[in-house]
Structure formats: structure tokens, C-alpha cells
């Protein structure tokens, strides 16, 4: 089992959801995040007090899928995730030793 | 019987008002009309709305997210201070019969002799209103003033410190300005200044007090480099628009009548209001930003500020440009003088309130004039009128900033005036109050 972290733009979270529906994912976990990369961040001025917050806001996706199924979840994130915009975001793929369901007590594949 | 039969009760609108005194002064009883009492009333309540949920919500959004609950809580309880001491003695001093020209007579402390019948005079002769509207309508001001002062000290003061300073800078410091400007033996009434509805007894003063304030107690810590960026524009947009329809009351409310000049306050306040707002966010551009929330809500106030001592003194063409004016002024102070000269006037108390009630007080007594469309109150020529308003604006400077210093240190003397840095830090709304403005 792979678990895939994608950090992606906001409103690039519908397109990459339908994108991974298709693909056959039928569950992930979505968090707001902030965080900095190459994209700068923008100015903010209150009553002339600039402030520069290189804390950009981002989406980051969780998803735990069968090994052999990663390869098409990252094609198809990278895919529909892409603006060819500095800022798209990054996708970093681990390895998962066990899972579990915990209404049921399945493991693994069976939990997914 | 004893009739509140001088001109106690009037702001000081001009002496053409004045000379006519005598003839009514020995007359019969004053008339009460029923409307122009429903009109005070709702007036009172109007002022009321200004303060809490108006300014709580306007500063409150200024603030970050840790300190919003301090902001709320010290604004209304500054408030309700206020208005008790203003029953108790703060009514007398300013408006009590006697006294000499800086604070009035104290017979009427505790309210003594303020019942159900006794009147207090409009600028109308032989109209009056119940006195208990005029008290409550003056306790708003009180009220509202004093929390004012507090834009420049939040997110450090303590809580105790702040209704200490209350206590003390109400009694030496606003209730004798309100009396010199509004009471007809007051020092500045008797030069013939013109403040409509409070520029210097509220907005000077409560702007030049905030300024000493902040200057005493010193900086945030990490101002000016850390990150404050206001937490909520969107509280910030609901208290500007709570405060523009509350400032009504306050300003068409001060003709203490249901009429005319009471319609001219009223037209005065929509226009001045409406071009200083644009008129912030014309100076962003003008300075290469964009036009933002936060300059339109600071040009709306810049404006109504610069428009109270003029609301029945102006033309409305003439409350245009002195709201645009000191609007532009004010951008200037806040965004440029507060950073070149260091002080952490955290909500701008002093740059929209003080700078922008200077430009209104001074500019009264030039869009007063008949060539500027003004209504002429007054009967002096420009020139003689702006003296006159230059003395009161300087007064009223020196008055606020020695009666700050003592209100300050006595409550640094009581309370210790600041909350420890890791209170600061953490936040006043869990440090002083135990609470968190938002959870989950």
C-alpha cells in the first residue's frame, strides 16, 4: 500500500477530486494548510502597514491505495492539478505497513 | 420652581441664539413637543448603538483574533462606567447650574432635583425637552468619548487599568471640556467656538488623550515589525456601517429638536461621510496601492469625525469638501506621520479621531461662512471664527494631554497598567478574561 500526500492549489480540490473518482479512489482526507515553496507570497497593506506573508494558503489530500494502483492516483493528480503556474504544488508518495478499518477490524487491502 | 432655564443645555451654535435669551429667559414655562422628545430618545439610542455594537465590532475586528474579547469587553464596560458615573456626578459638572467656566455647580449630583417634569432648553425659545432625555442624551456622549480612547492602548492594557483611567480621565478631563464648550458660563462658549455635535469635546479629546495614552504605556511588543494584520475587516465593515447610522442620532440629534437644523446635521453627515470615504481610497491609489475595505471603513469615520462639529455650521457643499479634506489628511497621519515617528496608536485613535476632529473643528469655521453656502452661525467673519476655533483646538490639546497623564499614572499607580508580556503574548481574552472569542 502507498500513501499519497499531494499539496495542491485551493481550487484545483474539485478537478483532482473528480480526476481520482475516475481512476477508482472512493476515499481521501482533505486538509487546508499554509506553507511556503518557490511561489511568493503576497503584500497585504492595512492603513499603510505593509506586510509581506510568504505563507501561502494550499489543500493537502491523503490517500492510501493498493501499490499498484499509485502510479495512475500520481499521473492523474499531477494531471489534473497542473496550471503550469509556479505555486501548482508537490506530490510525495510513501510506503504504508498496515491499515485498518476500525468499525469492522479489516486490515489492509480489505480496508481501503 | 426651578426650571433648567439657562443655556445649560445648549451647544454652542451661535450667539444670535444667545442674544435672544433674555426675552424668553423670564417667560412663561417652556413648551415639551412630543415629537421633538421621540426624536431625542431615539436620537440617545442611536449613539448607544455607536458604541456597542459600533465601535466593540469597528475595534474589534482591528485586533487579532486573541485580543477581540478584550476589545468588546473594555469597550462596553467602559461604557457602562460611564454612564453611572455620569448619573452620579458627571451630569453636574458638566451641565449643573453655577460653577464658572470650566466645570459647572454640583447641585445636581445624584441627579438632585431632576424629576419627571424638569426641562432642559433647546436652541428654540420656549421649546424644551424633558431634562432626563437631555441627561441620557449627553451620557452617550460621555459614554461613547472614553471608549474612544481606548483604540490606542488595546491588546496590552490591562482591564483594571482601564476603568481606573475611566473614572479619573472622565471627571478631569471630558466633563470639563464638555461644559467649557457646551455650557452657556463655559470657557469656550463665552469665545463663541462652534461645535455642533462634539469635534473637540469628543474627538480631539478623545484622540489626543488616546496619543498621551499610548506614548505612556508604550509599544506592543513586536510592533512595528511582527505580523498584526487586522482579524476580522468583515467586523471592522459591520461596526463602520453600526457607527455611520448611529452617528445620526449624535450629530442631528445635538439640534436637540425635531426641525431644520436638525436636517441640515442630518444631510451634512450623509454627504461629508460618503465623499471622505471615497476620498481614502482615491489617496490609496494616488499612492500606489490598491483601494482597500479597510480605507474605505477608516475615510468613512475620518469623515464623520470631520463633520461633527460642522454638521448644523456647514453647507452641505461645504461638508463635502471638509469631509474629502480631512479624510486625505488623515490617510497622511495614519500611513505615513504614525510610522515616521514610531508611536503604537494600535487602532488609529488619534490619527482619525484627533487629526481628522482638528481638520473638522478648524474647517468649521470656514465652511460656516455664507460665501462657503454655510449658515452664517455666529456672526463673526472667517478669520475671527478660525481664531476663535484655533484657541479651543490648542485648549483642548493641552486640557486632554495633562488630564491623560494623571488619568494614566493613577491607574498605573492602582492596577500596574500593563499585562505581563507572556499575558500579551498569549492574548488578553484568555489572560484577562479566561475566555477565547472563537473556538472550534
Known amino acids: 500500500m502507498k500513501l499519497i500526500i499531494a499539496i495542491i492549489k485551493p481550487f484545483k480540490l474539485d478537478e483532482v477530486r473528480e480526476a481520482l473518482t475516475e481512476v477508482g479512489i472512493a476515499g481521501m482526507t482533505v486538509t487546508e494548510v499554509k506553507g511556503f515553496g518557490r511561489q511568493k507570497g503576497q503584500t497585504e497593506i492595512y492603513r499603510g502597514a505593509e506586510y509581506s506573508t510568504n505563507m501561502v494558503p494550499k489543500t493537502r489530500i491523503e490517500i492510501v491505495c493498493p501499490a499498484e494502483m499509485a502510479d495512475r492516483v500520481v499521473e492523474a493528480i499531477q494531471a489534473s492539478a497542473n496550471t503550469g503556474a509556479i505555486g501548482d504544488g508537490k506530490i510525495f508518495v510513501l510506503d504504508v505497513t498496515q491499515a485498518v478499518r476500525i468499525r469492522t477490524g479489516e486490515t489492509d487491502r480489505n480496508a481501503l | 420652581m ?103 455647580g454640583f447641585g445636581k449630583a445624584f441627579l438632585a432635583g431632576v424629576t419627571p417634569a424638569s426641562t432642559a432648553a433647546t436652541f428654540t425659545a420656549g421649546v424644551a425637552i424633558p431634562e432626563y432625555v437631555f441627561v441620557c442624551f449627553q451620557m452617550t456622549f460621555a459614554a461613547i468619548t472614553v471608549a474612544l480612547v481606548l483604540g490606542s492602548v488595546v491588546e496590552r492594557i490591562k482591564f483594571a487599568a482601564v476603568m481606573v483611567f475611566a473614572v479619573v480621565w472622565l471627571t478631569i478631563v471630558y466633563f470639563p471640556i464638555a461644559h467649557m464648550v457646551w455650557a452657556s458660563n463655559g470657557l469656550f462658549f463665552k469665545m463663541g467656538a462652534l461645535d455642533f455635535a462634539g469635534g473637540t469635546v469628543v474627538h480631539i479629546n478623545a484622540g489626543v488623550s488616546a496619543l498621551v495614552a499610548a506614548l505612556i504605556l508604550g509599544r506592543r ?71 482597500s475595505a479597510l480605507g474605505f471603513c477608516s475615510g468613512i469615520v475620518a469623515g464623520l469625525v470631520a463633520v ?63 460665501m462657503f453656502g454655510g449658515p452664517a452661525n455666529g456672526g463673526k467673519t472667517i478669520g475671527e471664527q478660525v481664531v476663535v476655533q484655533l484657541a479651543t483646538v490648542g485648549t483642548t490639546i493641552v486640557w486632554a494631554a495633562i488630564g491623560t497623564t494623571i488619568a494614566v499614572f493613577v491607574a498605573k499607580a492602582v492596577t500596574g497598567l500593563r499585562v505581563s508580556p507572556e499575558v500579551e503574548r498569549e492574548g488578553l481574552d484568555l489572560g484577562e478574561h479566561g475566555e477565547r472569542a472563537y473556538n472550534g
Open chain 2, 2 to 104: 426651578k426650571l433648567t432655564y439657562r443655556l445649560s443645555a445648549l451647544p454652542a451654535l451661535g450667539f444670535g441664539l444667545f442674544a435672544a435669551l433674555p426675552a424668553w429667559a423670564q417667560g412663561a414655562a417652556p413648551t415639551v413637543d412630543k415629537g421633538d422628545t421621540a426624536w431625542m430618545m431615539t436620537a440617545t439610542l442611536l449613539v448607544l448603538m455607536m458604541i456597542v455594537p459600533g465601535l466593540a465590532l469597528f475595534y474589534g475586528g482591528l485586533v487579532r483574533a486573541k485580543n477581540m474579547l478584550s476589545v468588546m469587553t473594555q469597550i462596553g464596560a467602559v461604557a457602562a462606567l460611564a454612564m453611572l458615573v455620569w448619573v452620579a456626578w458627571g451630569y453636574t459638572e458638566a451641565f449643573g447650574d453655577g460653577g464658572n467656566a470650566i466645570v459647572a
Open chain 2, 221 to 291: 511588543i513586536g510592533y512595528p515589525t511582527e505580523y498584526m494584520p487586522p482579524h476580522s475587516l468583515t467586523m471592522t465593515g459591520i461596526g463602520t456601517g453600526l457607527l455611520w447610522v448611529g452617528w445620526f442620532g449624535f450629530n442631528a440629534g445635538s439640534a436637540l429638536e425635531a426641525n431644520g437644523s436638525a436636517a441640515l446635521a442630518m444631510i451634512n453627515t450623509f454627504v461629508a461621510t460618503a465623499a471622505a470615504g471615497l476620498a481614502w481610497m482615491l489617496a490609496e491609489r494616488v499612492n500606489g496601492h490598491k483601494g
Open chain 2, 308 to 370: 461633527t462639529p460642522a454638521a448644523g455650521n456647514s453647507g452641505p457643499f461645504g461638508a463635502i469638501v471638509l469631509g474629502a479634506v480631512a479624510s486625505v489628511i488623515c490617510y497622511y497621519a495614519v500611513s505615513v506621520l504614525k510610522p515616521r515617528l514610531g508611536y503604537d496608536d494600535a487602532l488609529d485613535a488619534f490619527g482619525v479621531h484627533g487629526i481628522g476632529g482638528m481638520v473638522g473643528a478648524i474647517g468649521t469655521g470656514v465652511v460656516n461662512a455664507a
